[in-house]
């Protein structure tokens, strides 16, 4: 289970295109992930739902290839407008990059 407040507390945050995220090194042997989808992103729970299973699979799409010993958490803005998952991915890619965290 991530710890939210450790992440928020001692982490580094980058942003891009409507996602925001915060990572902290760990002694662990994998990354884990945390996602944040509030209700000033959407009022209908259909809507945020559907934004955090398009960054899980995203996010999923690109475990091989990033650094293990983080935990990350991404936090979904309002101005957050990818529509599908090929939209999804490729901002999650830019996200990731500017965070350095591909192996």
């Known amino acids: 289970m ?4 450790s992440v928020f507390k ?3 945050g980058v942003g891009e295109d409507g996602l925001f995220l915060k990572l902290a ?3 662990l042997s994998v990354s884990r992930f945390g996602i944040v ?3 000033k992103v959407s009022a209908k729970a259909v809507e945020r739902n ?7 699979e995203a996010i999923r ?13 991404i ?5 957050f407008g990818a ?3 090929a939209e999804t991915k490729a901002i999650v890619e830019k996200l990731f990059r500017r965070a350095s965290l591909f192996a």
């Open 50 to 56: 559907r934004k955090r299973r398009l960054l899980k």
């Open 83 to 85: 529509q599908n998952l």
């Open 25 to 27: 090194r760990t002694a």
């Open 61 to 73: 799409a690109y475990a091989p290839e990033l650094k293990k010993g983080v935990d990350a958490v």
């Open 37 to 39: 989808v509030s209700k």
């Open 2 to 5: 991530i710890d939210f407040d």
């Open 75 to 79: 936090v979904v803005q309002p101005t």
């Open 10 to 12: 001692k982490g580094r």
